[in-house]
C-alpha cells in the first residue's frame, strides 16, 4: 500500500470521495485508525466505545485474528471464484447457516448486503406465488437501492419518488408507545393490543385482494425506526396470515440476526418459521461484504426447469464466504449468542435507569443488545425530542457531546440506539451508559424549557 501519513487521511478523503446519507458540504467524518474489540481510535489517537458496532455489523468485534487469518488464507489459496463454481467455503458455509436459521431454510442465494438480498427476496416471493403486491411496514429500512428503498417505509424512500418498483403497499408497525389506536387506550393488554395489529394488517390484505399479494416482508424487530419489538403472539399470527392467504412470509434479519437479540435470529425468539430469510451485516460482522437469501426448498425449486434471470459479479465471492465462516465458527466457540442475551439484561437495566432519572428519556426499549432510548419533550404528551424524519438542534447537541466523550453510536430522530458489540462486557456498557447518562442532562434542560 502507498505509504500516507496520518494528517492527509481527512483532507484527501473530503477532496475525492463522495458521501452517503449527507449533504456534501457539511460531511465531518472521523478519521479512524485502528480498531479492537469494542474500541477504536482516530488518527489523533482518541480511543471511542463503538456503541453502534460500526453500522450495526460488527457483531463479534473489531479485529477479531481468526476471521483475519480465514481471510488471508482464502486470499492466498482463491482470492476469486465466478459465481457459476463451486468452492470450498460455498460447500461450508451453505451447511454452517441451515444448521443456524429457522428449520426448513435449506437453500441460500449470496448477495452482496442487505439490499440486494431484499430485492432478490422479492424476486423470488413474486416467482413462487405468481402474485406481484409486497405489503412491508411504514417503519421498515430495507436498503436503499432502488427496490429495496420502495418497500422502505420510512421517509428515505420519498426523496427517490416514483421509485421503479411497483406494487409495494405499507401497513402500520404494532409500535405499542406510539400506537395509531389505542392512544386513548395506553394500558390495553398485551393480547388485545396484538390482536389489533394483526386485524389492520389483515384488513389491508383484504382492500388489496389477497389473490394479488406475494409477500409480507417485515424486519423481525424494526430497527433504526424504533427498536419496535412485536408483541407476544404478532409474528405467530403473521405467519397464520400469510399460511391462510397464500403469502410468502419474508423475515428481513439484516440487522437482528445473528445473535443481536440474544437469539441467532430473532424470530427464534416467538419459533416462527419464515418461507424466506434475509441477513448481512453479522453474518461477516462487517469483515468482508456479504449477504444471503435463505430459502425454503420449494421455493428454490421453483426454478428447478426455469432459468433464475438474475445474478452478480460477486456472488459467492470466496474471500468473503471465508469470512463468514470463521464468523459463525467464533460466535459458536466463544457462545457470543448466550453472551449476547446475557448482556440484554444488563443493557435492559441501564436503560431502566435512564428512563427513572431523566425527564427527557420516554422509554427505553431492548431486547438482547439491540436497545434504544426514546427522547420526548413531555411525558404525558410523548411529543418527541425532533420531528419525524428529521433531527433537531438539542438531538445534534447529545450527539456531539457522545462523541466528544467517546462514546460513539448512532441517533435517529429523536432516538438513541444501542447496539455494541456482542463481546461487550458489563462494565464496557456502563462505561457507555455513564457517559450517556450526563448527555441526557442537555436533553433535559430542553424538555424544563417547554
Known amino acids: ?6 494528517s492527509e487521511i481527512l483532507p484527501l478523503s473530503l477532496q475525492h470521495n463522495f458521501w452517503t446519507w449527507s449533504a456534501q458540504a457539511h460531511v465531518s467524518p472521523i478519521a479512524i485508525k485502528k480498531a479492537k474489540g469494542v474500541y477504536f481510535w482516530d488518527v489523533e489517537g482518541k480511543r471511542y466505545l463503538d456503541f453502534n458496532s460500526m453500522v450495526m455489523c460488527v457483531n463479534i468485534g473489531h479485529g477479531d485474528e481468526r476471521v483475519i487469518e480465514a481471510m488471508v488464507d482464502q486470499a492466498r489459496e482463491l482470492p476469486f471464484a465466478g459465481p457459476g463454481m463451486a468452492t470450498k467455503p460455498r460447500a461450508l458455509l451453505g451447511k454452517l447457516l441451515e444448521e443456524i436459521t429457522p428449520a426448513g431454510l435449506s437453500k441460500f442465494l449470496y448477495t ?3 439490499a440486494d438480498a431484499n430485492e432478490n427476496a422479492i424476486k ?3 416467482a413462487y406465488t405468481g402474485k406481484s403486491k409486497i405489503l412491508a411496514r411504514y417503519r421498515s429500512y430495507h436498503g436503499a437501492s432502488y427496490g429495496a428503498v420502495a418497500v422502505t417505509g420510512d421517509p428515505r424512500r420519498t426523496a427517490w419518488e416514483p421509485t421503479v418498483m411497483p406494487g409495494v403497499v405499507h401497513f402500520l408497525d404494532p409500535y405499542r408507545y406510539r400506537s395509531t389506536f389505542h392512544r386513548g387506550n395506553p394500558e390495553i393488554s398485551e393480547a388485545d393490543f396484538c390482536r389489533d395489529y394483526l386485524a389492520h394488517l389483515e384488513e389491508i390484505i383484504q382492500y388489496e385482494n389477497p389473490d394479488t399479494i406475494a409477500g409480507i416482508l417485515m424486519e423481525s424487530v424494526t430497527g433504526t425506526n424504533g427498536v419496535i419489538i412485536p408483541p407476544e403472539g404478532y409474528m405467530q399470527g ?3 396470515i400469510c399460511d391462510r392467504y397464500g403469502i410468502v412470509m419474508i423475515a428481513d434479519e439484516v440487522m437482528s440476526g445473528f445473535g443481536r437479540t440474544g437469539k441467532w435470529f430473532a424470530v427464534d425468539h ?3 418459521h419464515p418461507d424466506i430469510l434475509t441477513m448481512a451485516k453479522g453474518l461477516t460482522s462487517g469483515y468482508a461484504p456479504l449477504g444471503a437469501v435463505a430459502l425454503r426448498p420449494e421455493i428454490a ?6 432459468v433464475y434471470e438474475g445474478g452478480l459479479t460477486y456472488n459467492g465471492h470466496p474471500i468473503s464466504l471465508a469470512a463468514a465462516i470463521a464468523t459463525i465458527q467464533v460466535m459458536q466457540q466463544d ?13 435492559k437495566q441501564c436503560l431502566t435507569e435512564m428512563a427513572q432519572k431523566h425527564p427527557s428519556v420516554g422509554e427505553g426499549r431492548s431486547i438482547g ?3 434504544i432510548l426514546e427522547l420526548v419533550k413531555d411525558r404525558q404528551t410523548r411529543e418527541p425530542l425532533a420531528e419525524f424524519g428529521k433531527s433537531s438542534p438539542v438531538m445534534n447537541e447529545v450527539k456531539k457531546y457522545l462523541l466528544d466523550h467517546g462514546v460513539y453510536l448512532y441517533t435517529h430522530w429523536h432516538t438513541i440506539l444501542i447496539l455494541p458489540p456482542l463481546i461487550i462486557s458489563e462494565e464496557q456498557l456502563r462505561e457507555g451508559f455513564a457517559v450517556i447518562d450526563q448527555a441526557l442532562e442537555i436533553a433535559d434542560r430542553s424538555v424544563l424549557q417547554y
Not at 500500500?1 to 496520518?6: C, F, G
Not at 425449486?301 to 426455469?306: Q, V
Not at 457462545?335 to 443493557?347: N, P
Request: cysteine-free; aromatic content about 10%; overall charge negative.
Open 1 to 6: 500500500m502507498i505509504d500516507l501519513p496520518d
Open 369 to 371: 443488545l439491540f436497545g
Open 238 to 240: 403473521v405467519r397464520e
Open 112 to 114: 452482496l448486503g442487505g
Open 301 to 306: 425449486s421453483k426454478f428447478n426447469d426455469r
Open 124 to 126: 423470488f416471493a413474486r
Open 270 to 272: 416467538w419459533n416462527v
Open 335 to 347: 457462545h457470543l449468542v448466550e453472551h449476547a442475551a446475557q448482556m440484554g439484561e444488563v443493557l
